[in-house]
């Protein structure tokens, strides 16, 4: 994409119409006010903060954290079985607690058929 220096008006006028939903609706009226190139400046200001917060979210997945700590603690074949032994024990209990919420659930909506 073109730098907003280099675009005409109507280059301006389309990346607005195109990239207007990415400000914040408390900021809508804000930006229409502001001048053509202010407000493609506003929206690719918004662009680049969801940019950095997406790559943020990646950088800070619990893949991505364990990644770069099994890397910075030189992690060893002992260090990854346990690892893996407490994801199994995790998706388990996981499993086992999503079991009892769906019993839980069904077990109330039997109750409210019952009293209907």
């Known amino acids: 994409m073109e730098t907003k220096n280099k675009m005409n008006e109507t280059e301006m006028q389309e990346f607005v119409t195109n990239n207007i939903s990415i ?4 900021q809508i009226k804000k930006v229409n ?3 053509l190139k202010d407000q493609c400046l506003k929206i690719q200001f ?3 903060i969801k940019k950095l917060r997406e790559d943020a979210k990646i950088k800070n997945s619990i893949i991505n954290r364990t990644k770069e700590l099994f890397e910075k603690r030189h992690a060893t074949i002992d260090d990854a079985t346990e690892v893996l ?3 199994k024990e995790f998706i388990d209990g996981f499993k086992q607690r999503q079991i009892e919420e769906i019993d839980r659930q069904i077990a109330e909506l039997e109750q409210m058929k019952q009293s209907l």
């Open 23 to 26: 400000v914040p609706r408390n």
């Open 85 to 87: 032994n407490f994801c």
């Open 46 to 48: 918004y662009m680049d």
């Open 33 to 35: 006010a502001m001048s």
